[in-house]
């Protein structure tokens, strides 16, 4: 704990620095960074514990101007910044303040702008003291008490609502996606970019134009061996990630042959190694071993006689007729046999201490399903006319389990106080994610639907109506 002595008060480690922050940033004021501007905190921001920026989603005006969203990092140290390594992490792209301690004699390093803290903190008699908020620094949707069960049940639909508005949006996206390249490029595409863990779903996207639906079917159609070997390859070679393409990467005789193979076929190259995040991305996230998932869910041969478009339809109308996904879901998750290549490698020459299996989980598979498969099933559906896929793929998001908690979802429920029990399907967990990135991360309480249920019931009736108007709007962006 942080010693104080004559009102001299001073951090003793970086947490206890955030904590004061976290206390003080909205009370105390006008900050100025180093580059002389005016800094007014609407929202300090939110402590994650994960690897990246100390601080997410500060919202804050500079200069008067409008509220913007960034990132921050804190450091006791100034000089921290670059002693470690965050001026050549791209985690840390989107940190747009350098809190500091105190800034010190010396002139700021290159980095994001510097906020010394010392001048305001300093003389605080305990600012990280748990002592009560001031009017108005609570967020609308907060509650002081817990939810009774009518309040709750009224809360979870909303945020129900929600999700069914999001998938909305995501099929009216995806309805764009198909006029533009085809229901089986559009496909292709979409289930690529889910398969992509956040920081790469760009990447895996581009990819899946590059390597695309009638070539990897191409490659696939090679017999189930030599095809999976051939499509993997050139998935491979074409993102820049085989060892022959990136400086230092150890090849093995996995890699070796992969490499030869790419090469028979033309080492197609679309992407390079610097395309791609490997920093702050957990192993099994890697992009070579989504790549050799990918590869092993691009060749599957789908039902006899029908396309893969067609058998990913018939599959959505199945799951909603037996109200159970089971199977569609075990559809897009991918085992390996434990003496495999990729259940014992993270990536080309480094062998994992004990096997890995699952390349793709069932949480994993889940993300298929909400974010490539019931949109594009949605959009099918309202481009034919067929009414019946658009319900479907509805029943299919209600009746899913939702995938793990992140971030941003835990945060929704903490923001709301609501506990989590009750709210693990998937529509529910979509509505939380719609909720934080429409209104709550750039702090929007005045138009965001919950700050308006927490103050009446009638809200659910607004929040049903948003719902139900026109999807047009997810047209403009990707949710």
């Not at 620095?17 to 609407?42: C, F, H, Y």
């Not at 350098?98 to 903190?121: F, S």
């Not at 069960?149 to 999001?166: D, H, N, Y």
């Amino acid at each position: 704990m942080a010693q104080t002595l004559s009102g001299d008060w001073r951090p003793a480690s970086e947490a206890e620095l955030v904590a004061a922050w976290l206390r003080q940033a909205t009370r105390r004021g006008p900050w100025r960074d180093s580059a002389g501007r005016g800094v007014e905190v609407i929202y300090p921001g939110r402590w994650t514990g994960l690897p990246g920026p100390d601080l997410r989603d500060a919202v804050v005006s500079i200069d008067g101007g409008p509220a913007r969203r960034l990132d921050l990092e804190v450091h006791l140290d100034a000089a921290d910044w670059r002693r470690h390594g965050h001026h050549r992490d791209p985690a840390y792209a989107g940190v747009g303040l350098h809190l500091v301690w105190d800034v010190g004699a010396r002139a700021p390093e290159a980095g994001p702008p510097q906020l010394a803290l010392a001048p305001a903190l300093a003389a605080a008699a305990d600012p990280v003291a748990p002592d009560p908020l001031p009017d108005g620094h609570s967020l609308p949707c907060a509650r002081p008490a817990p939810l009774d069960a009518k309040s709750r049940r009224v809360i979870v639909a909303a945020i129900e609502a929600q999700g069914r508005r999001r998938h909305a949006e995501q099929a009216a996206v995806m309805e764009s996606q198909i006029a533009a390249l085809g229901p089986d490029q559009a496909l292709h595409q979409a289930i690529l970019r889910a398969l992509g863990y956040r920081p790469n779903a760009a990447a895996f996207e581009a990819l899946g134009g590059c390597v695309t639906s009638a070539l990897s079917e191409a490659l696939a159609s090679n017999g189930e061996v030599a095809g999976l070997g051939a499509l993997e390859a050139v998935l491979m070679g074409a993102a820049g990630l085989l060892p022959m393409q990136r400086r230092g990467a150890p090849a093995d005789g996995y890699a070796r042959l992969l490499q030869r193979i790419w090469q028979s076929y033309g080492s197609l190259t679309c992407l390079r190694a610097a395309d791609w995040t490997l920093q702050s991305v957990r192993p099994a996230n890697r992009p070579t071993r989504r790549i050799a998932a990918a590869a092993r869910l691009l060749s599957r041969a789908p039902d006899p006689g029908m396309t893969l478009v067609e058998t990913v339809l018939a599959e959505v109308r199945r799951a909603a007729d037996e109200s159970d996904p089971r199977r569609l879901l075990a559809r897009f998750q991918v085992a390996e046999a434990p003496d495999a290549y990729w259940a014992r490698h993270f990536d080309f020459g480094r062998a994992t201490r004990r096997p890995s299996p699952a390349l793709v989980g069932a949480a994993r598979a889940r993300e298929i399903l909400v974010n490539a498969v019931l949109p594009f099933a949605a959009a099918v559906g309202h481009g034919r006319g067929q009414s019946d896929l658009p319900r479907a793929s509805a029943a299919v998001l209600a009746a899913l389990p939702g995938g793990t908690w992140n971030q941003d979802s835990r945060y929704m429920t903490q923001t709301l106080g609501i506990e989590r029990r009750g709210l693990g399907g998937a529509e529910a967990q979509q509505g939380l994610l719609r909720l934080h990135r429409r209104w709550c991360r750039d702090k929007r309480c005045a138009a965001c639907p919950m700050a308006r249920c927490v103050r009446s019931e009638g809200a659910v009736t607004a929040t049903a109506s948003d719902v139900a108007g026109s999807a047009a709007a997810g047209r403009a962006e990707i949710a």
